[in-house]
């Protein structure tokens, strides 16, 4: 089974044609922002090296996410137009499950985190079960630093752009049991060979994408982060509290001065 994949969802662009799980091409490198002019080029790259075409291929298989906004909507354009242009079916991988194929068939837990807005990170965790079949133990999330280590019940493996760039934060925030594997770096970043190698799986089970594709961002509402950051106020608390304290000011400066009494 051929397939095209694409990662875009960090600034580390991946793309790779596989076959089955022979890799036949691949381009890795970093797109910083620049998907939109890099991807195109690295996908004709690709399918030259291996002297192929897009009419020959069984499926396209884009990592959905999350990530970065413009990454996200830049590989998922870009295979939506493919798609339209070929009629060949588009797979989507959530990209923390991708990056748990990196690592296919570990014993333990697989913790991948990814950076969110500052301060925040994604991740979820999976389990390969009985070395050969993925599971899904905690959903995708987003959060702190602090939220992610208490979301650990024992020893995992936590690693990607997160784990590089919040490791001390994460390690001071484990309880015991929890404690951390760790792996080589290389094996750190999303990679389009593993988005596709999960992509295949899904296409044998017949998981294609519909008309309607929509990145997977996993972000908190900002309501949320505003009323976290408030205290746990809510909107209306808030808008009571700005009103008292006008009121407040109002009042004093309006208040006359105190008068000694005349002796």
């Given at each position: 089974m051929k397939?095209?994949?694409?990662e875009?969802?960090t600034s ?6 596989l076959d089955?799980?022979?890799v ?6 970093e797109?910083a922002g620049?998907?939109?002019s890099l991807?195109?080029p690295?996908?004709e ?5 291996a002297g ?7 499926g ?6 999350p990530g970065?906004?413009t990454?996200?909507?830049?590989g ?7 798609r339209?242009?070929?009629?060949v079916p588009?797979?989507l991988?959530?990209?923390?499950e991708?990056?748990a ?5 570990h014993?333990?837990p697989?913790c991948p985190?990814?950076?969110s807005?500052?301060?925040e990170?994604?991740w979820?965790l999976?389990r390969?079960?009985g070395?050969e ?7 995708e999330?987003v959060?702190?630093?602090q939220?992610?280590a208490?979301?650990?019940?024992g020893a995992?493996?936590l690693?990607?752009?997160?784990w590089?760039s919040?490791e001390?934060?994460l390690?001071?925030s484990l ?8 792996v080589p770096?290389g094996?750190s970043k999303?990679?389009?060979v593993s988005v596709?190698l999960a992509?295949i799986e899904?296409?044998?089970?017949g998981?294609?994408a519909?008309?309607e ?29 700005r009103v008292?304290m006008?009121?407040?000011a109002?009042?004093a400066?309006?208040?006359?001065s ?6």
């Amino acid at each position: 089974m051929k397939v095209l994949a694409v990662e875009t969802a960090t600034s580390w662009q991946s793309v790779a044609l596989l076959d089955g799980t022979a890799v036949l091409a691949r381009q890795d490198h970093e797109a910083a922002g620049s998907h939109g002019s890099l991807l195109l080029p690295a996908i004709e790259r690709v399918l030259a090296e291996a002297g192929m075409t897009l009419a020959q291929l069984d499926g396209l298989v884009c990592s959905i996410g999350p990530g970065s906004f413009t990454g996200l909507r830049v590989g998922a354009a870009t295979l939506l137009g493919l798609r339209a242009a070929t009629d060949v079916p588009l797979v989507l991988v959530p990209t923390l499950e991708a990056m748990a194929w990196n690592l296919s068939g570990h014993e333990f837990p697989l913790c991948p985190v990814l950076t969110s807005r500052k301060g925040e990170l994604f991740w979820a965790l999976f389990r390969w079960r009985g070395g050969e079949t993925l599971e899904r133990i905690l959903p995708e999330q987003v959060g702190t630093p602090q939220a992610c280590a208490q979301s650990l019940t024992g020893a995992s493996v936590l690693f990607g752009e997160g784990w590089t760039s919040m490791e001390a934060e994460l390690r001071a925030s484990l309880s015991p049991p929890a404690s951390v594997i760790t792996v080589p770096s290389g094996l750190s970043k999303p990679s389009a060979v593993s988005v596709g190698l999960a992509g295949i799986e899904r296409l044998r089970r017949g998981e294609i994408a519909g008309e309607e594709v929509a990145p997977c961002y996993v972000q908190r509402a900002e309501a949320e982060v505003k009323f976290e950051q408030s205290g746990g106020l809510s909107p209306v608390a808030r808008r009571e509290a700005r009103v008292a304290m006008k009121t407040t000011a109002r009042a004093a400066r309006q208040r006359p001065s105190a008068r000694k009494p005349h002796g």
